[in-house]
């Protein structure tokens, strides 16, 4: 299977800064979209920003302007640049990725894949 594995979270006061990464390894693959969803303490997951492998971008209103979207296809990881925090940034962010699975040349399939999600804790 396709595994992605978040890292950069952390604590931060608000108004600061953090980088998190996402990195896809596995068999065989191509990845087509990818992007960054949150999950804040007592509320539903929503997705905070979303990329095509073109470099097409898309945010959620409450972070657009403050968070950047990127990504490294040669080493299949993406990242969130997120600049003047907000306590209610605060959430879990986990990193979504839809593509193919290659690893059977004459059957490939489509998959989608989730992190185990990183902490972000932005304190007033």
């Known amino acids: 299977q396709v595994r992605l594995v978040e890292s950069g979270g952390g604590l931060v006061r608000a108004g600061g800064s953090l980088r998190l990464s996402c990195a896809a390894s596995?068999?065989?693959?191509?990845?087509?979209?990818m992007g960054w969803y949150r999950q804040p303490p007592g509320k539903q997951r929503e997705l905070v920003a979303g990329i095509t492998s073109g470099g097409t971008t898309n945010y959620a209103h409450s972070v657009k302007g403050r968070f950047t979207i990127s990504r490294d296809n040669g080493k299949n990881t993406v990242f969130l640049q997120m600049e003047s925090l907000k306590p209610e940034d605060t959430a879990v962010y986990y990193c979504n990725a839809e593509g193919v699975d290659l690893m059977r040349w004459d059957q490939p399939s489509p998959f989608e894949s989730w992190g185990q999600g990183t902490q972000v804790t932005v304190s007033s």
């Open positions: 596995g068999s065989r693959f191509r990845i087509n979209d």
